[in-house]
């Protein structure tokens, strides 16, 4: 079969867009090629950041599964252009599923695997889906799920981590938008636009105070080893920040993780809390 040539893979490129991730198609094409600098730029892109997620996602990856995602099974909820599931694959992943509620990323997603020239990507699946839906697909658990940058785009993402943490059997990754208010462990109400293409699809949406409100839910979840990887504060709306948590059902899985990324362990007070509710409940009677 003929290979098409650069110049058709561009074209193919810009009439998929916007674009969110950069992706390597051939040794010649990534995404980015079909930019110039200007385009790239947020603003010109639909308010969209194309970004270059490849070698931090390598990197993190490589400190959880040191020996590369051989025998692993991957899941990405909310996989936008699939950006993280052909690296999942590229790193050895036995199998690979991504869904996003969108179809205009799927597309993308899909156009990218049949013309990803550079690693393998007949095991790799993209579905359109919304999350609070997945249960209904009944899947096989996966080792290792990404949630990234979906968190704060549900309108009940308790049920929406979830669905993500049931359908996970090892380690889930979480990246999400937060919010910086003092004292405070709660999830903050947000409205946001549907139309948006990197928006939730529900409207209503709420946003996380800080690594102890994901931490308690993911221990209610069932996992033990909780790492806050890191926070960050945006300059210009100091209210708001990124954080991210890395999470394992093993004590000490994420140890190299924790190391090489100063990630502290997240202090969920389960113990405190326990005792406390106990209290509480014995007040009762
Ligand atoms: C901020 S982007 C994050 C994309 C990707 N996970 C990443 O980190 O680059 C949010 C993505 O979530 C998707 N999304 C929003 N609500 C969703 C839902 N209920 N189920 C599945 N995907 C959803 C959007 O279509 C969009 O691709």
Not at 98 to 105: I, M, P
Not at 233 to 260: N, V, W
Request: proline share 4%; charged share 25%.
């Amino acid at each position: 079969m003929n290979q098409p040539s650069s110049d058709s893979l561009i074209d193919q490129i810009r009439q998929l867009g916007p674009w969110h991730h950069n992706i390597r198609l051939t040794e010649s094409v990534e995404i980015n090629d079909a930019y110039d600098e200007q385009e790239r730029q947020r603003v010109n892109n639909d308010n969209i950041s194309l970004i270059n997620s490849k070698s931090l996602f390598d990197q993190k990856a490589k400190l959880i599964y040191p020996d590369g995602l051989q025998g692993k099974t991957f899941l990405d909820c909310a996989c936008n252009g699939g950006g993280y599931c052909f690296w999942a694959a590229e790193m050895g992943a036995e199998s690979v599923f991504g869904f996003d509620v969108r179809e205009h990323w799927v597309r993308q997603a899909r156009f990218v695997q049949t013309q990803r020239k550079v690693a393998r990507v007949d095991n790799i699946q993209f579905e359109t889906c919304d999350l609070m839906k997945l249960p209904e697909r009944n899947l096989a658990p996966a080792d290792f799920t990404l949630f990234k940058g979906i968190f704060y785009h549900l309108a009940d993402p308790i049920l929406g981590l979830k669905i993500a943490a049931d359908l996970t059997r090892e380690v889930i990754w979480l990246n999400t938008a937060r919010c910086f208010i003092d004292n405070a462990e709660s999830l903050y109400c947000t409205f946001e636009q549907p139309e948006n293409l990197m928006s939730g699809v529900h409207a209503l949406a709420w946003t996380p105070s800080g690594p102890s409100v994901i931490g308690k839910l993911l221990y209610w979840l069932g996992f033990q080893d909780i790492r806050h990887v890191f926070s960050r504060q945006y300059k210009d709306r100091p209210k708001y920040g990124r954080m991210e948590i890395i999470a394992a059902r093993k004590p000490g899985f994420l140890d190299r993780l924790a190391e090489a990324e100063n990630a502290e362990k997240v202090d969920i007070g389960a113990h405190r809390h326990s005792q406390q509710a106990t209290s509480d409940v014995k007040s009762l009677f």
